[in-house]
T-cell receptor, first 113, second 110 residues
Framework: NAGVTQTPKFQVLKTGQSMTLQCAQDMNHEYMSWYRQDPGMGLRLIHYSVGAGITDQGEVPNGYNVSRSTTEDFPLRLLSAAPSQTSVYFC????????????FGPGTRLTVL | EDQVTQSPEALRLQEGESSSLNCSYTVSGLRGLFWYRQDPGKGPEFLFTLYSAGEEKEKERLKATLTKKESFLHITAPKPEDSATYLCAGGSYNTDKLIFGTGTRLQVFP
């Protein structure tokens, strides 16, 4: 099993550009989520999904969209990138929704100029 | 407001010098306390889940313990390969989400 995979690993955008961060898992996990990690702050939840076709907002959802058309994939879309979205983004999955251990991908480092 | 605080922010140890990392939490309806290890440029790697006060879990040189207000990650006779950032997170029955601390960056020197 590859676990949780993310692409790209690095990305540089200009303010106002849009892009999609890809996330896939091959563990048949129901729950998937996106976090951002900034210096001096803990991981913060952006959006999450408890199953295909179901998504919800986390702590910091503004400026991001998600969809979940399959169990395996959970892409994160930046609609109009802003410098405040410069961060490292992690996708995570777990077998079920709720408070259980989550498995994280390797991350995408995004810089918005 | 649910909160998780880790201390110290950074810790430098000599190889073999045992120590403890602290995770204080105020999480209403704590359902689980999680420890993760994160290497530079990598995603967090799950280590332990603790569910109730008094519970302990061990893995190699690491032992995690839980009280009603805090959790400790004890590192016994650490080696340089234990160098990493250690994250803790509290999960609440109320929100079904994890609240992460900012981590302790551990460096172990030979």
């Amino acid at each position: 099993n590859a676990g949780v995979t993310q692409t790209p690993k690095f990305q540089v955008l200009k303010t106002g550009q849009s892009m999609t961060l890809q996330c896939a898992q091959d563990m048949n996990h129901e729950y998937m989520s996106w976090y951002r990690q900034d210096p001096g702050m803990g991981l913060r939840l952006i959006h999450y999904s408890v199953g295909a076709g179901i998504t919800d907002q986390g702590e910091v959802p503004n400026g991001y969209n998600v969809s979940r058309s399959t169990t395996e994939d959970f892409p994160l879309r930046l609609l109009s990138a802003a410098p405040s979205q410069t961060s490292v983004y992690f996708c995570a999955s777990s077998r079920l929704a709720g408070v259980i251990e989550q498995f994280f991908g390797p991350g995408t480092r995004l810089t918005v100029l | 407001e649910d909160q998780v605080t880790q201390s110290p922010e950074a810790l430098r140890l000599q190889e073999g010098e045992s120590s403890s990392l602290n995770c204080s939490y105020t999480v209403s309806g704590l359902r689980g306390l999680f420890w993760y290890r994160q290497d530079p440029g990598k995603g967090p790697e799950f280590l332990f889940t603790l569910y109730s006060a008094g519970e302990e879990k061990e893995k190699e040189r690491l032992k995690a313990t839980l009280t009603k207000k805090e959790s400790f990650l004890h590192i016994t006779a650490p080696k340089p390969e234990d160098s990493a950032t250690y994250l803790c997170a509290g999960g609440s029955y109320n929100t079904d989400k994890l609240i992460f601390g900012t981590g302790t960056r551990l460096q172990v020197f030979p």
